[in-house]
């Protein structure tokens, strides 16, 4: 298999695809990114494929936040029982929070407009990059899917989108962490609950403070499916018109059977 991405005569590459997912540059909006990372600290760095970096600032946030009980306080605020929200926040955990989910924001957002300039001069240069990768375990090639079905099924359980568009490692990260807020938040025990119609247990059963992770989860799953379907069509018609534009380079050749000659 030839791999242009190897040949060491281009700084900056638009694409790489491995086995592991389709990893591309494209235009960004910083603010859009770092609202995620408001939402849950994380989240805008995931977008960037920033994965190392995101991953650790999305399990500061659970940890961090569950021990100075943050959620919890969210929730007696919204009740309008202010007191009751200052008494179980945890000052000692929250002043650990605070500085580093700025920090999220705030290395979002620089990050985004870094790439986005990134992009501008790896689109001008506009090397070639591989469009197919093939190993042991998977299959990795550009084609064009739709965003719509991305969307649904990340509603259906967050992840199935990521998978549906290859990108696995956020896949698996965000389905596992998805069935660790259901099981603890006790979600599916209390719409069970409901099916039967019993409300009250079910509102009773519910775990608040897991179940406040669940929204931002689910929003950045459909979110980051739907976005980077769309992305990934562009760059599979951008291959495909580059690839018509410099020609295949290659010449066809008609193999005609044994069989065919008596």
């Not at 499916?225 to 018609?237: A, F, G, I």
């Amino acid at each position: 298999m030839q791999n242009h991405t190897n040949d060491n005569t281009a700084r900056r590459y638009k694409a790489h695809v491995s086995i592991l997912g389709t990893t591309q540059l494209h235009l960004r909006n910083p603010y859009s990114i770092s609202w995620w990372s408001c939402a849950f600290p994380g989240f805008g760095h995931l977008l960037l494929s920033k994965y190392l970096r995101g991953f650790v600032l999305f399990i500061w946030e659970v940890v961090i936040n569950l021990n100075s009980h943050i959620n919890l306080a969210m929730i007696y605020t919204f009740q309008g029982k202010i007191d009751m929200a200052k008494d179980v926040l945890n000052t000692r955990w929250l002043l650990i929070y605070i500085p580093v989910y700025l920090f999220a924001i705030w290395d979002s957002y620089r990050t985004t407009v870094d790439i986005n300039k990134v992009y501008l001069l790896a689109e001008r240069e506009n090397h070639r990059y591989n469009s197919f990768s093939i190993g042991a375990m998977e299959i990795n090639y550009l084609d064009k899917r739709e965003p719509t079905m991305a969307f649904l099924w990340s509603l259906f359980m967050p992840g199935l989108g990521q998978l549906y568009i290859h990108r696995l490692i956020t896949a698996f990260f965000v389905i596992v962490w998805s069935v660790v807020f259901f099981y603890f938040s006790h979600t599916l025990e209390a719409v069970s609950l409901l099916f039967v119609g019993q409300v009250q247990k079910a509102t009773s059963v519910l775990n608040a403070e897991w179940l406040l992770f669940l929204p931002s989860v689910y929003g950045f799953a459909v979110y980051d499916s739907y976005v980077n379907t769309v992305e990934n069509n562009k760059l599979y018609e951008d291959e495909q018109l580059n690839y018509l534009k410099r020609g295949s380079g290659t010449r066809i050749r008609h193999v005609v059977h044994p069989k065919l000659l008596n």
